[in-house]
């Protein structure tokens, strides 16, 4: 059964650091997102992406953030700089229509 | 920003029992899901709605979409060790291309053998 990949699995990164986490949604899925889940806590929307632009983005993805879809199959979220509280599991997720979304394992962001 | 209430907050049951949980907001919703997410996992779909009075199932599980757009129900039926993990809802406002999910806080089930 097709599924979302997220890579890498665990990512440890100093405060101030940039990275970058790895997306590869479902093959023909149009839609693509980014949430993340503060341990203990819901999951938060960040931001939606179709034809190859950002059609939403929450008050969490500010300036920092950044996402784009290099290649038509990768998937990426950038934090330019992190701060301790970007610390969460980050979820990638994609859907073939608007009123679905399926999530992958997810990306556990720890910034020290 | 919209916000979605899950009620209970968490619940023990015996193993066989059947299950009613329930997801509600301020807010009108086009579409409600329903997830279950396991430790250090993502979520996983379980059942989409889409129609206000919508009743869908999926094996034990059956979910109903409220008349009023307001509210969602989860049910699951004998409930077995392996349904232990906590359940979302999620609703979203417009069917509009991109527009996010708002999930609730979750209904974190266990089930005693």
């Known amino acids: 059964e097709p599924e979302v990949t997220q890579t890498p699995s665990h990512q440890v990164t100093q405060m101030g650091q940039e990275v970058i986490l790895r997306c590869v949604p479902i093959?023909?899925?149009?839609?693509f997102y980014w949430y993340r889940q503060i341990l203990g806590q819901k999951v938060e929307f960040l931001v939606s992406f179709y034809n190859n632009e950002i059609s939403e983005k929450s008050e969490i993805f500010d300036d920092q953030f950044s996402v784009e879809r290099p290649d038509g199959s990768n998937f990426t979220l950038k934090i330019r700089s992190t701060k301790l509280e970007d610390s969460a599991m980050y979820f990638c997720?994609?859907?073939?229509?608007?009123?679905?979304?399926?999530f992958g394992q997810g990306t556990r962001l720890t910034v020290v | 920003g919209q916000q979605l209430n899950q009620s209970p907050q968490s619940m023990f049951i015996q193993e066989g029992e059947d299950v009613s949980m329930n997801c509600t907001s301020s807010?009108?919703?086009?579409?409600w899901l329903w997830y279950k997410q396991d430790p250090g996992e993502g979520p996983v779909l379980l059942i989409a709605l889409y129609k206000a009075g919508e009743l869908t199932s999926n094996g034990r599980l059956t979910a109903q979409f409220g008349i009023t757009r307001k509210d969602s129900f989860l049910n699951i039926s004998a409930s077995i060790p392996s349904d232990v993990g906590i359940y979302f809802c999620a609703g979203q406002l417009s069917v509009d291309y991109g527009q996010n999910f708002v999930f609730g806080p979750g209904t974190r089930l266990s089930v005693l053998p």
């Open positions: 807010s009108i919703f086009n579409t």
């Open positions: 093959s023909n899925h149009l839609y």
């Open positions: 997720a994609s859907s073939g229509r608007p009123t679905e979304a399926f």
